[in-house]
């Protein structure tokens, strides 16, 4: 093999001759000592070596490195440092959203994208409405995380990080009603503190009054 | 991992070339690929990578259907307006498996041709027909909780792990490819599958160097669009059983379409057509529903710990039925 150039966190590095087997979490761990993210299962379960590549969260251990010379990759390094945190690693700072801290790079940069895909009004599986699915919510938060696992399980204080974050990034750019009737829906007023325990009430799944479609809310649609 | 040959295709053609020697796979998203490799479960000596291909776009088609570039991610296609307003049951689909990192680089070209979850295939040091063909079966008398009931023969009962083949399936899709000789065919997803038979090592009818280039949906289906998945988690797992449904009625409240596909259940995205006709023109009542349930499960075997999904199948099957027809599951 030849010379193998990847751009990460705004920098190019040369890589002479890489084994073409190595994944990019591996090149940015081992060869480029680039160790915020972490590698937790190596095959796509954990989350821990979550980075965006073209600001798109994927699974570093699960892609080739070569395949991705031109691409924007960043990790958490390029998220912030210490001294220029973005908003969502001061807000797990904040609401103390990690014990250990070994899965939190993957949560923040998962949790990045996150907040991308909800300007962009991508739909979840839990979402009710595909085409205005409403981000903001426990459940959508919840959801939209599950490739990140934190076996400290500090999943209600990360998702009070995420969520502080997209009500103050989100709730003014969406093009969808106003949030009169969110406020009770969010995680900063809910009395959820586990993700699933006890399950959501119709109020924290979005519905004011008691509807007999819920259960079936979010598996279909007309066209 | 074993060593590989690692070179990019510049076109379709030049792909399927390359790709035509024997031990050659495309990677595209590598999902499941990679981790089957860094298992040694997939020891291919050549790996072709096909993501710099201008095979990421989703066009309309001259009768009102989309034509769906195999590079397309699974995000991109669930949250494509056009898939959300006329086939909002891939959408859910799709939606419906995964994380939002597999999905962002999961292609879906790819998503047709994962391979099973069985554990015993994943298992290297046990028999696995599939794996190794003619070693055996270990997963017919031991852990097959997760396993197919449908479809299945002496040599394998693995699961298909899709949700948005078994959608894909229940919209009549089209697989287009291209092969080795430049030559192209169309293949309907409902031929697009092999049953286990005796070769379960064989999981479709693609050629060494067929690729994939695009998947053609024809014009919507009107009607109740639904996805359910019944599974052990509330999100990242495989279905036990799931449920892709196209539903619609009549004034009178009598089916008028009726469209049904299943995961979990089979080696294959399962449909039965005979089932949806029986349906058709009644009004769901229980006798019916348990008629087609029964012409359904009819040639279902449980190996004892998956017996659980004959009955499974038969309530998710009256959920979705009558659910569609109280207007529900909008």
New interface residues.
């Given amino acids: 093999?030849s010379t193998l150039t990847l751009t990460i966190n705004k920098q190019d590095y040369q890589l002479e001759n890489l084994?073409?087997?190595t994944?990019l979490l591996d090149v940015c761990r081992q060869h480029l000592q680039i160790t915020g993210p972490k590698k937790g299962c190596?095959?796509?379960q954990c989350?821990a070596c979550?980075m965006l590549i073209n600001g798109?969260?994927?699974?570093s251990c699960?892609?080739?490195a070569?395949?991705h010379d031109g691409d924007d990759i960043t990790t958490i390094e390029g998220i912030g440092m210490p001294e220029s945190l973005s908003a969502l690693q001061q807000a797990f700072k904040d609401n103390d959203a990690f014990q250990c801290g070994y899965c939190t790079p993957g949560q923040i940069c998962?949790a990045t994208?996150?907040i991308e895909?909800v300007k962009?009004?991508?739909?979840?599986?839990v979402?009710t409405d595909?085409?205005n699915p409403d981000g903001r919510l426990v459940q959508e938060i919840?959801?939209?995380?599950?490739?990140n696992i934190c076996r400290c399980s500090a999943y209600p204080n990360i998702i009070k990080a995420i969520s502080q974050v997209l009500e103050s990034q989100v709730s003014n750019s969406q093009t969808q009603e106003p949030s009169t009737q969110k406020a009770d829906n969010t995680v900063q007023n809910s009395s959820v503190t586990g993700i699933?325990s006890p399950p959501p009430s119709e109020a924290q799944l979005g519905k004011t009054s008691a509807n007999?479609?819920t259960a079936?809310a979010t598996?279909?649609?007309?066209? | 991992?074993k060593?590989?040959?690692?070179s990019?295709a510049d076109a379709p053609e030049q792909a399927a070339t390359s790709a035509s020697t024997e031990d050659t796979s495309f990677?595209a998203g590598?999902?499941n690929l990679?981790?089957l490799m860094?298992l040694e479960i997939e020891t291919p000596i050549k790996?072709v990578?096909i993501?710099r291909l201008e095979l990421e776009k989703v066009e309309t088609t001259a009768d009102g259907g989309l034509r769906i570039g195999t590079l397309v991610t699974n995000?991109d296609l669930?949250?494509h307006p056009e898939v959300?307003?006329?086939?909002?049951?891939l959408?859910?689909a799709i939606?419906?498996g995964?994380?939002?990192?597999?999905r962002?680089?999961a292609t879906t070209g790819g998503n047709f041709l994962q391979r099973t979850r069985c554990y015993y295939f994943y298992q290297t040091d046990s028999a696995c027909n599939k794996r190794e063909p003619g070693t055996g079966c270990p997963a017919i008398n031991g852990e097959n909780r997760t396993l197919a009931i449908l479809g299945t023969s002496d040599a394998c009962i693995a699961q298909h792990p899709s949700d948005m083949a078994v959608a894909m399936r229940l919209l009549d899709a089209t697989i287009e490819t291209v092969k080795a000789d430049g030559s192209t065919r169309s293949i309907n997803v409902k031929d697009f599958y092999c049953l286990p038979k005796d070769t379960p090592h064989i999981e479709n009818v693609l050629e060494a160097g067929e690729l994939i280039t695009h998947v053609v949906l024809p014009a919507?289906?009107?009607?109740?669009?639904?996805?359910?998945k019944v599974r052990d988690r509330?999100?990242?797992a495989f279905a036990l059983v799931s449920c892709a449904?196209?539903i619609d009625a009549d004034d009178n409240g009598n089916l008028k379409t009726v469209r049904l596909a299943f995961g979990g259940i089979g080696t294959e995205p399962w449909r039965n057509e005979e089932v949806e006709t029986l349906l058709m023109g009644t009004d769901g009542n229980n006798d019916v529903i348990a008629q087609a349930a029964n012409l359904l499960l009819n040639d279902a075997k449980g190996k004892g710990q998956n017996d659980f999904k004959i009955p499974l199948t038969r309530r998710l099957l009256k959920q979705v039925i009558q659910?569609a027809l109280a207007g529900?599951?909008?």
């Fill in positions: 093999m084994d073409a087997r994944t190596d095959h796509g989350g979550t798109r969260r994927v699974n699960l892609t080739l070569v395949m998962s994208a996150l895909e962009q009004n991508w739909p979840s599986h979402s595909l085409k919840a959801e939209r995380m599950s490739g699933w007999t479609k079936t598996t279909g649609g007309r066209s | 991992m060593r590989f040959e690692y990019r990677i590598g999902t990679l981790d860094k790996l990578d993501t995000s669930a949250a959300i307003a006329n086939y909002p049951v959408s859910r939606l419906a995964a994380t939002g990192q597999l962002n680089k919507p289906v009107k009607g109740m669009h639904t996805y359910d509330a999100s990242y449904a196209v659910r529900e599951g909008a």
